[in-house]
């Protein structure tokens, strides 16, 4: 039995656009919920979220066979915790702050075991292989495993065609509000000289024959990302959606 078809990765190698959502607060009730509500992906946040490798477990869980896919968001590149990431069955990663092709480089050969990669071998042991109830898993796996890596940064946005021409990397998520900032418009990410790099971004990462993804809550941004081609794009959080639900809500007995 080989492992599980990664339906995300196949549907960014078709070149289909995927709407997602991003998920912070590290409630496997919220992942859950969130799951259920027709969103093709979710990033599940260990970066800036609350999450660590208990509460991520728990969370894929949560979304289980809902049909939202989970990406989970790592909070760097540390090859132990991709591994980890990995062995709980997460076959889609996603790693912020890259900045150089070698660092590109070396996250591909983290996702991936021997002879492509370093991934430690412990697959009798995690979940991702069924706890060793699917046979193929060490010699299937390294197909089904998607690598997203972030960029938002100058460095990473001068590195940008070296760091997508790698083999390995399925796709470039532009991160828009470290982009700003490191640009000189902290939390104005939507400044024209912003929009000017993340549209050049994305004619780069499509050149090189990569997807193309990023997150906006404005909506405006969020079509003229479509528009352009991006195969992922997360359209809110669920901070910022609960958050102005209950806000709008409020308001209304005022």
């Not at 929009?195 to 809550?217: E, P, Y």
């Not at 352009?228 to 308001?251: T, Y």
Request: charged share 20%.
């Amino acid at each position: 039995m080989p492992a599980p078809l990664n339906t995300f990765k196949k549907r960014l190698l078709a070149r289909d656009i995927q709407i997602g959502l991003w998920v912070g607060l590290g409630a496997p009730a919220v992942a859950e919920l969130a799951s259920g509500t027709g969103f093709d992906w979710l990033v599940l946040d260990g970066e800036h979220g609350p999450n660590r490798l208990q509460e991520l477990l728990a969370q894929l869980r949560a979304v289980g066979q809902s049909g939202a896919h989970p990406v989970i968001r790592l909070r760097d590149d540390n090859r132990a915790e991709i591994k980890q990431a990995l062995d709980i069955g997460a076959q889609t990663l996603l790693i912020p702050m890259i900045e150089t092709a070698a660092q590109a480089q070396e996250a591909v050969r983290s996702v991936l075991y021997p002879p492509q990669g370093v991934r430690g071998v412990g697959a009798a042991l995690a979940r991702a292989s069924g706890y060793g109830s699917v046979g193929d898993y060490l010699t299937t796996a390294n197909d089904q495993i998607c690598l997203l890596l972030q960029v938002e940064s100058r460095a990473g946005l001068a590195a940008l065609d070296d760091i997508a021409a790698i083999d390995g990397v399925d796709g470039v998520f532009i991160g828009p509000a470290d982009l700003a900032a490191d640009m000189g418009f902290p939390g104005n990410p939507g400044h024209a000289d912003v929009q000017a790099a993340v549209s050049d971004a994305f004619t780069r990462i499509h050149a090189a024959g990569k997807a193309a993804g990023i997150l906006t809550s404005d909506r405006t941004l969020a079509k003229g990302y479509a528009e352009a081609g991006v195969e992922f794009l997360a359209v809110g959080s669920d901070v910022g959606v609960l958050r102005g639900a209950l806000v709008a809500l409020r308001k209304g007995f005022t």
